[in-house]
């Protein structure tokens, strides 16, 4: 087995990385690998310098790459030298004297409350199977703001009205539990009624296509696109809005930030902070409008 593959198992097993993440990670690897002009398969590791990769680095920037992007990048390359280190195939990491480029910050885009007041309130979601599906699937990610991945992972067992919590599988394996909105509770069970009468297969999964085959998150991401196209201008209409609708709307009326990061799964507040910029909006507006000196 390649020092590459070794990785990519190593990540899996005991980091609990998704399949999406240890193909992003091995593409990235690779993809420095053929800048530096190395086989990934058969290399000499330790002749990689810290000038390479920020000649990598200013390639990828020339090329238009987003410091984020190329942040992830070089996320995956420290990764990977670190567990070359752990080893004992090299015994520094040419990352630790790179700089990774700045990353201007951006404010999470989110839903105005007035566009999800339309979502529900107008005659949107037909009495089909997909209808009622569909807008289970948008209230869902408004009402616990899990990620379009573990939407898309819910089991029948995942969801249990009598014990008034979905239970929720994230990053790194970790399980949470968010509660059941009582708005949730009639749409779950219409929608449970509904996929009753579909041929199932003894699929488990708890979202299905009308063929009784699991959603998938293409799937998932138009149904979302297509319903807030109808109530909202925003360009970006994704199911990662809507979590961060979820997370600001919170915010906005009132809720503790730390509850929020456990709903969200997030493994430290760092990340849950980043809703308070827009909240802070929300209030510096507000005074513009009502402070008689403002």
Known sequence: MTMLASFQKYLESERGYSAYTLRSYGDDVRQFMLFVGVDPENANYSSITHRQVRAWISSLISQGITSRSTNRKLSALRTFFKFLIREGVVSTNPLSKVVSPKVSKRLPEFVPESDMVKLN????????????????????????????SEMVALKTSSISESSEFIRVIGKGNKERLIPIHPELKPLLRNYE?????????????????????????????????????????????????LRHTFATHLLNQGADLNAIKELLGHANLSATQVYTHNTFEKLKRNYNQAHPRA
């Open 121 to 148: 309130s107008e005659q949107l979601f037909n009495q089909t199977f997909e209808g009622q599906r569909d807008l289970l699937i948008l209230s869902l990610f408004y009402f616990t703001g899990i990620r379009l």
């Open 193 to 241: 009624e509904q996929r009753k009468q579909i041929d199932i297969n003894d699929c488990k999964s708890y979202f299905i296509t009308v063929k009784g085959e699991p959603v998938y998150p293409k799937l998932v991401y138009r149904i979302v696109n297509h319903y807030l196209s109808m109530v909202t201008p925003m360009k970006k209409r994704s199911p990662h809005v």
